[in-house]
């Protein structure tokens, strides 16, 4: 008992699935009063893992302890009865009932057999008094942002267990201001004793704010180390078991600003989503858009894709007016875009790898001029090797391939139809490591080959390193533009976070 | 395509099943069942009776397919049917010779299935909402067609749609397996077939892929609508007469089941032209087989729910793997015996 | 463009009120059900007919097969200060409160067609209606003597299966033919009182009785599905009227046709003359004020072809069935 002590510690876990070994031997240990990022690329294990934590899987062999003692997890609530609460990254709670009702659903406080909702609501209220949080607890759960109802469902989880909290992802769909609120609150947790386990993507959030990391690779422990003392370049190689391909960061890219700028948007804009803005940008170059969530980007994206029509404004590609109130119409000039919310405007997840990938050919070819079931074929095999997407058969339905798998077949499906410019909206969220890699790689390939390339990311780092212009945006406007040396991360920041009055745009 | 062939027709297996299943039934309730012979030039049994009255289902799944593919469903195609005899018979009776009566029934039908696909498509109304609207109203405007009573023709052209036979076919049954094997060649030959299944899986991404999904949902209403007007044509010349208080009642009940018997999700997407044609036959094989049965008519309905409970309960075991389920236990138990 | 004068035609038979003479000594309103069916449509026009017979202003209300329209209908009636309000129910229950308005207002009331329930029979003067049991009777009664003691295999088209004419029209047939031991029925299936229906049930029979050759006789619960049924059996190669004899209850026009062509054999009428009988019930309450009988049963008459199919089917014709 020298160190502070293993609150929560596993030995040996294995634990397979028909054919394929998830856990191997995995060990693992949370102390009391730590942070704690678990770490890997998808499919490393880290989610059986949890599931094994909180009883929703049996391990096949290897001892799970809580202070010491061996415990035997029957179920979720089992878990929950030892202490082990968990908040998935699609929060688990019930949008449409109130926010007192979310935090003690299934153990209200009753009365005369009734809900006594005056005493629930009170508690309700000193429950998140905890976490500076005030809210009207009568009101419905839906009312309020993601990130409040992330930060209602941790509190429910401490509440109800107390002692380890597991995070899946917690900050994937929070803005910046957010991710600073929930980790106040995960370092007030931390100083009460708990134990947190924490799931993310973000490498700088797990050196932001985590104690130690253990890092997972296809079912075995690869690692474990205070973050203090393991370099991020470590830590990503430790993740990849290889080194990236390129390096992502600080280098920025020093081409030539293109003579002729061949597409070219004047004054385009809609009420009440994004003011009038210009943009022009040339085959070869990528621009990166920058901002908050909220900040008009995807409503740019949409403008220009046809996807939203825009109320003013003019369109002109190589010189002639264009009219683009349709995606079909915006297609047929030669765009793509790659829409930030894959799962529902992205992949079409009943159809196979092979039918995503030749949809929008097959949509600009017309319905009567079918894609043979050989072209779409020898289409899908081409750009499955190409992007080297990792599927067992392109004939698999899309929803069953990882999320950067899923993002490289919508970057096929439009790469398929040639594109002159593509759109891209957050390429790289929710996925994993050595796809990021690939996907900023391919970036620089197709800037390379004279696409123009119009992309939308929260990672001010990698728009850094890929972007020949950045555009910033804040409030529903376009507030400047970066070239040449001035696109460094620090003047973005600095004009993301500008005083409303845009004094320094 | 060997292999293709084959895992279609293992997808194929509890509907195939239930559809050998009914008809040896049929055949013990009725051992004359299989008979066909010869009458006046036309196959005359009860086997062709299935066909021939399943034909106007048969018809309307075909367009019912396409639009609960698309993650829809139109609840108007009884009272279009309505609409279209109604029409096919006044104009008959007042005159007009039949390619005009046919074509302005068929009409009637693409008119009624455009307003469904624009209040779909261009007005986003949920489709139950939208068809709602004409499933009611559109009866009564066969009843203002007809004014209320039926309208008896005696037009042989016409006739010959219901009662008429073609080397010894029933017109029913030709015409159903003409628009099965059109549409069939159309969904295979054209990119209808994924551009449908893509909007009925995910309509907003199919948009953002570059689909006219607008203008995809509208004719796939507007088929239907003719489907169902074409169905109505078959139902009104086969009893000589427009019913409008009661051709094609209930029907779009039964067309969306042969849809869902033949395994088509409610929810869009993955869609078999042809296994809903089968869930047709079914359906009527059934309803065949209790006329012949002999059972008191207060058993139809307990009889019907019960074999497609049985239908549906089979097909979601065999959708979750449960034959291979099966399959991979006796093999292990085999192996334990080893 | 004849079909489109028809369409304009009937929008204007569906108007909610059709008033003939203004000068009228008798007004009466009458609350109908709708226009669900040719017969429905027949009674309206019979009604009409009847009414400007006897000088009478008849206020026609179509409730749509809605309560709450009657209700409001009748309520609108009393408010105008009818005669007299003549009901055709929708349904059998739910009237005492509106009814208690009418006598109130000492407006009579007399339901057509169908009877309703209610714990106070004084809410209403008096009920025409056919006796659908008595209907059944007559076919069964025709039939025992058309077969006169051979042998004879009955098939039976019921109406909507747990619909009260279905159920009294079977019975009664069974009773008509309780003392004929020769007539047999064998099979009995519902065709809902559709053609369509009552053509597939009798392709059904064909098939199940060796072709139709075990079967000596149809009976149909209404016209309809005996004209589907005739259809059928001629598709089947055998003649009706002849091979299968066939008799079905209303007799509406269509069956006239058949029965003129030899291919149908009886029928029994349901009639569409409710009003007439009500009008002189009433007529005869006004002048001597003696209530009529609660239960006025209307004639069920049985047609053959001896009685001049072609002559009725042209009366009827232009009934509106």
Redesign the interface.
Known sequence: MTDKPGLLTVEGICKSFIGFKALDGVDFTVRSGEIHALLGENGAGKSTLIKVLTGVHQPDSGVIKIDGQAVNVRDTQHAQNLGIGTVYQEVNLLPNMSVADNLFIGRQPMRFGFVNRKLMEERARELLAQYDLHLDVASDLSRYSVAVQQLVAIARAVDMSGRVLVLDEPTASLDRHETEILFAILRQLRARGLGIVFITHFLDQVYEICDRVTILRNGKLAGCALTAELPKIELVSLMLGRTLAIATHNTRRDRPVPAIRQFSFKGLGRSRSIAPFDLDIGEGEVIGMAGLLGSGRTETAKILFGIETADTGHVHIDGNPALIRTPQAAVACGFGLCPEDRKSDGIIGDLSVRENISLALQAQRGWFNRLSGREQTVLADKFVKALDIRTTDIEKPVKFLSGGNQQKVILARWLATNPRFLILDEPTRGIDVGAHAEIIALINRLCDDGMALLVISSEIEEIVAYSTRVVVLRDRAHRGELSGDEITASNILGMIAAEPEGASA | MSRLNTAALTKAMPQLLSLMLILFLNYLAFPGFFEIRLQDGRLFGSLIDVLNRGAPVIILAIGMTAVIASRGVDLSVGAVMAISGALAATMTVSGYPVPIVILAALGAGLLCGLWNGILVAYFDLQPIVATLILMVAGRGIAQLITEGSIVTFNEPGLIFFGTGSFAGIPMPILIAALLLTLAIAVVRRTALGLLIESIGINRSASSYAGLNSKLLLLVIYAFCGVCAALAGIIIAADIRGADANNAGLWLELDAILAVVVGGTSLFGGRFSILMSALGAVIIQAMNTGILLSGFPPEYNLILKALVIIVILLAQSFSSLGGWAFLKGEFRSKGANRQ | M??MK??L???T??MAFAGYANAADLTVGFSQIG????W??AETSVSKIEAKKRGIDLKIADAQQKQENQIKAIRGFIAQGVDAIFIAPVVATGWDTVLAEAKEAKIPVILLDRTIETTNDDLYLTAVTSDTVHEGKVAGEWLAKAVAGKDCKVVEL?GT??SSPAINRKKGFEEGIASASNIKIT????G??????G???M???L??E?GGKNICALYAHND?MA??AI?AIK???LKPGKDILVVSVDA?P?IF?AMSEGEANATVELTPNMAGPAFDALKAFKDSGKAPPKWIQTESKLYTQADDPKKVYEEKKGL??
């Not at chain 3, 226009?35 to 040719?38: A, I, Q, R, V």
């Not at chain 3, 099979?187 to 519902?190: E, G, K, V, Y």
């Not at chain 3, 809902?192 to 229906?197: A, N, V």
């Open positions: 004849i079909f028809r369409i035609l009937a929008s038979v569906a226009s669900e069916s040719g429905r449509a019921q299966v747990g099979r009995s299936q519902t809902d009182f559709t053609r369509s229906k053509k597939e049930v392709e059904g029979f098939k199940a060796s309809d004209v589907g259809q598709e089947a190669g509406v269509d046709t509106g069935y």
